[in-house]
């Protein structure tokens, strides 16, 4: 991997006005949620926004642009380009949510009985493997696509699941031909869910090893996955 | 000068496809591991399968707790009720014990005799505990922690 391009792209993210204002608000409502909810609670969903927000222009704009053309000629491979860029994206993001765990801890210290090291501890390290996932499948959707396609393809599979599995459940409650066919097919829930679980998985507040392994092989497999599709890619001259 | 360029710009990393494998490996092989029975607190729990059949050779109640790993209020009353050494005792010598833990959310599915026991006492969130004698019907419940006082007022009205 390139040190300088994940020193470059951690710069460039952390140094964007949007990343700051947006930290900011983490750090008030980690420190804010603190009083009144359950540790590592809020948030993790919005660390994983973040890592959607920023993973979204991994790799995919970069076709768009025309920039990958006049990087790819320096003396650095297809992956490690990729690679590079996807670990200072995930830097970036572990940043937000180290923020995150420090406001919510400072908060408990201040205002509550005891400190829950562990479960936030737990939450932070489940949402940074969590973000190796997400950010990893959008430099995979980002190799296949041009410009921010990659996001609308993660949100797209992500709400299309979580609309068959609540028509699922409708169809199967309702009388007609389907519902009686749907009634005892435990199969399709299982696949619904095994979709869901693999691309998306619910950040857990505990610590589960079993998870972690599931989170990062995903992870890693969508990183070769993608390192593979992008080495065949052509690279297109210029701006579209 | 011209900068070195790689032999082969477009191969792929080794040491990628070797932690690839070795993580898609390890997850097979845990997948394929069978889970120890829980140790929690200072209560010996019985095997769901077991519990009736117990419960009836030593005329006791049965204590199921309805509990899932990621649930926080679950590891306070694990705390809090059943790594108390009296409480723990008393409920040894009173209740058989089962610990019915959900995987819905680490696994996608739960294993059928926690599904069975979770429809059978209509489980709707965590943590549930429920008081039933040995033939399974129920006595009283618990849903969610609301301090040890509350766990032991309602094991006191189990008869």
New interface residues.
Partial sequence: MSGVVIAETFRRHVTNIGFIAYLALLAILSLGVSVFN??ASVWPTLVTLLALITGSGAIGPEFSSGTLQLI?V???????YL?SRVTGIVLAVWLAAAVCAVFELTGRALWSEGVPFL?IGAGLLNIMADTILAISLLALLGSITRAYFNVAIYVGVMATLWVTEVAVGFIRQSSSALGRLLANRKSV??VL??I??NLFP?V???F????L??V??NA??A??LA??AF??REVPYGAD | MEPTRPANQRAIPIALIVLTLALVAGRVAWSLMKRPAPKVGLIEWVEPSKAMALARESNKKILYDFTADWCQPCHLLDAEVFGDPALAARISEEFIAVRVVDRQQEEGRNPAAVEALQRQYGVRGFPTVVFADSSGAEQARMEGFGGRQVFEQIMGQVR
Avoid: N
């Avoid at chain 1, 320096?74 to 490690?80: C, G, H, I, W």
């Avoid at chain 1, 589960?208 to 998870?211: L, S």
């Fill in positions: 359950r540790p790819l320096k003396p650095l491979t297809r992956a490690s690679l479960p829930d299982l869910s095994a869901d679980r619910e857990l507040p505990a589960d090893p079993k998870w392994v599931l990062l092989s890693a497999v990183l070769l390192c593979l080495r065949g």
